[in-house]
């Protein structure tokens, strides 16, 4: 199919895209116990905070400053880590409470625990970077440390120093010390499309585009499925040894579809820019709705999985000046995208899609992913709309 693009004009900047680069510290052995001092005192600060806030039943980041800023301050944290610490608190209860209907403290039944090793985030008034010198100094309950040492690759290095805003998380993992630090990414002008491929996101196919590229989930699916049927028979033997077993698969699992992901953004991309085209995207805020699964830890996987593959495509057309746009997913599984007419009936299975109206068959998939890539053609113009006027 070729898309001809008569005048292309150039349009304003991207939104916000956000990615992160991981570096591994160096310390040396009394760095390293500044490291682990801070972390371990930042935690029991965490939990200090958690059961406060679970006494006076206030989560939010402000009211909760309030009555518990001098508790920390007692405990020997300075202004800045108290108040991301407090900080921290608040948004885990975010998260939980844009999980679940029910009231917090119902849901919940106990305030939220933060491991002694749990990640602690960083700004830049308490770290900072010496990136041609690969060295970092930040502030620990020693004293400000400085000249822990970090590796990274140039490219790593380059990134970091063009895009790097605002906090970094320290966190320590499996015996390692890494720093995993936000960046915006870089301002691209954008092309204006006059068409979109289109997105659909699923279990068996993990993405699928309008123009009929499935990227399978087969592969994953099995390994998901290995590791779980693992998880419960290890489960059982709570032994040292199979919770180290347990740790490594899922973190394979986790680098596996880390992995599947980059490939597939790159690929979705890489086609919208040489076609010219602009790429839609179902918005994820709904997708717990969306994928039906009876299990909710599945559901928190694959929407986690999914969150990735759109930030990584997100980032990716960002660079490549490719425009993005989401849109509302709703019905994109059982509307027509030959004639448009909507009805459960369409979708008799997984894979089928059969318009009861018009007789339009197609993989299910490819169906959802044109009625996205037509609402991207709408929500494009909607976008640009303030521009034009
Ligand atoms: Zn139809």
């Known amino acids: 199919m070729a898309f001809g693009l008569p005048a292309c004009s150039i349009l304003g900047k991207l939104h916000d895209v956000k990615f992160v680069v991981q570096v591994r510290l160096f310390p040396t052995p009394a760095q390293e116990a500044a490291l682990a001092d801070t972390l371990r005192l930042c935690n029991e600060a965490a939990n200090v905070v958690s059961r406060i806030a679970w006494e006076i039943n206030t989560f939010r980041n402000y009211d909760l400053r309030r009555h518990t800023y001098s508790a920390l301050k007692e405990m020997g944290l300075s202004a800045q880590p108290a108040q991301h610490v407090i900080k921290k608190v608040a948004d885990a209860y975010t998260t939980v409470r844009a999980q679940v209907k029910a009231k917090l403290r119902e849901a919940l039944m106990r305030p939220i625990g933060f491991r002694c090793d749990a990640a602690q985030p960083f700004d830049d008034r308490c770290l900072s970077w010496q990136i041609p010198a690969r060295t970092v100094s930040l502030w620990t309950t020693h004293g400000r440390t400085k000249g822990i040492r970090f590796g990274c690759s140039d490219e790593q290095a380059r990134l970091l120093a063009a895009y790097r805003r605002g906090e970094s998380d320290l966190v320590h993992r499996d015996g390692l010390w890494l720093l995993i630090a936000t960046c915006d990414a870089p301002d691209t002008d954008v092309t204006d499309p006059d ?100 299990k909710p830890q599945r559901v928190t996987l694959h929407s986690w999985s999914f969150h990735q593959l759109g930030s990584f495509i997100a980032y990716k057309a960002a660079r490549a000046g490719v425009a993005l746009v989401r849109v509302d997913p709703a019905y994109t599984s059982q509307e027509c995208s030959a004639c448009g007419h909507v009805d459960k009936r369409n979708r008799p299975d997984q894979e089928t899609f059969v318009c009861m109206s018009c007789g339009f068959a197609e993989h299910a998939d490819v169906n959802a992913a044109r009625n996205i890539a037509m609402r991207g053609v709408a929500g494009w113009a909607a976008v640009m709309q303030p521009n034009a006027a």
Do not use: C, M, P
Request: glycine fraction near 8%; avoid cysteine.
């Open 195 to 294: 068409a979109f491929i289109g997105v659909d996101l699923g279990i068996a196919n993990i993405a699928t585009t309008s123009d009929g590229v499935k990227h399978a989930g087969k592969a994953l699916n099995a390994v998901r499925h290995r590791n779980r049927q693992l998880r419960r028979k290890l489960q059982a033997k709570r032994t040292k040894s199979a919770k180290r077993l347990l740790k490594r698969r899922r973190r394979a699992e986790a680098r596996f579809a880390r992995d599947i992901n980059h490939r597939i953004s790159k690929s979705i991309v890489t086609e919208a820019a040489r076609t010219g085209r602009g790429i839609a995207l179902e918005d994820l805020s709904g997708i717990r709705e969306r994928v039906r699964l009876r």
